[in-house]
T-cell receptor, first 119, second 115 residues
Framework: DAGVIQSPRHEVTEMGQEVTLRCKPI?????LFWYRQTMMRGLELLIY????????DSGMPEDRFSAKMPNASFSTLKIQPSEPRDSAVYFC?????????????????FGPGTRLTVL | AQKITQTQPGMFVQEKEAVTLDCTYD???????LFWYKQPSSGEMIFLIY??????QNATEGRYSLNFQKARKSANLVISASQLGDSAMYFC????????????FGPGTRLSVLP
């Protein structure tokens, strides 16, 4: 089975340019998460979707960041305009809902990440 | 809000020995899950082991086991018979009752296995 797919794997761009990161979650998973990882701040949750609906975007750093999930198999994270401080590894992860008895919280499956460098 | 503390920024262990990576958590949720992930130098995040707060037994997955002490709010990862390939960053994480929310990661522990 294919895991979470992210593209591009590496992106180098200049300050002020628009950057779009893409993610395809695992088929059947209905929760999707976007994370950012830096040395200084560790792993930060930016936004997550449940059934294609954004549930919590409180981690999105500012209005320059936006995320969409038009259908169950595709999501984008856009940065416009990009800044050097946005340089990081961006991970997408997906999971299927908690449930069952006893209640089971399900692990997230991560994509390989996109390494973004903004010059 | 939930919080994960990993007090060991770095750890060293001799190959074939066991090592314990510490994790303490803070949550007000009556029910929650605890997770450990491994991130090798290649960068991917690999799920290792899960413990539910109501699980009666400590979780085990091969050489990984979780020493879950609910009253102390700790969920330490034990790796037995360390291998060179175990050298990586290890992250503890928790998820609570707000569905899909509060999947919080700790700062991580870098484990180095020495030959």
């Amino acid at each position: 089975d294919a895991g979470v797919i992210q593209s591009p794997r590496h992106e180098v761009t200049e300050m002020g340019q628009e950057v779009t990161l893409r993610c395809k979650p695992i088929s059947g998973h209905n929760s999707l998460f976007w994370y950012r990882q830096t040395m200084m701040r560790g792993l930060e949750l930016l936004i997550y979707f449940n059934n294609n609906v954004p549930i919590d975007d409180s981690g999105m750093p500012e209005d320059r960041f936006s995320a969409k999930m038009p259908n169950a198999s595709f999501s984008t994270l856009k940065i416009q305009p990009s800044e050097p401080r946005d340089s990081a590894v961006y991970f997408c992860a997906s999971s299927f809902p908690q449930g069952g008895y006893p209640l089971r919280y399900n692990e997230q499956f991560f994509g390989p990440g996109t390494r973004l460098t903004v010059l | 809000a939930q919080k994960i503390t990993q007090t060991q920024p770095g750890m060293f262990v001799q190959e074939k020995e066991a090592v314990t990576l510490d994790c303490t958590y803070d949550t007000s949720d009556p029910s929650y899950g605890l997770f450990w992930y491994k991130q090798p130098s290649s960068g991917e995040m690999i799920f290792l082991i899960y413990q539910g707060s109501y699980d009666q037994q400590n979780a085990t997955e091969g050489r990984y086991s979780l020493n879950f002490q609910k009253a102390r709010k700790s969920a330490n990862l034990v790796i037995s018979a360390s291998q060179l390939g175990d050298s990586a960053m290890y992250f503890c994480a928790t998820e609570g009752d707000n569905y899909g929310q509060n999947f919080v990661f700790g700062p991580g522990t870098r484990l180095s296995v020495l030959p």
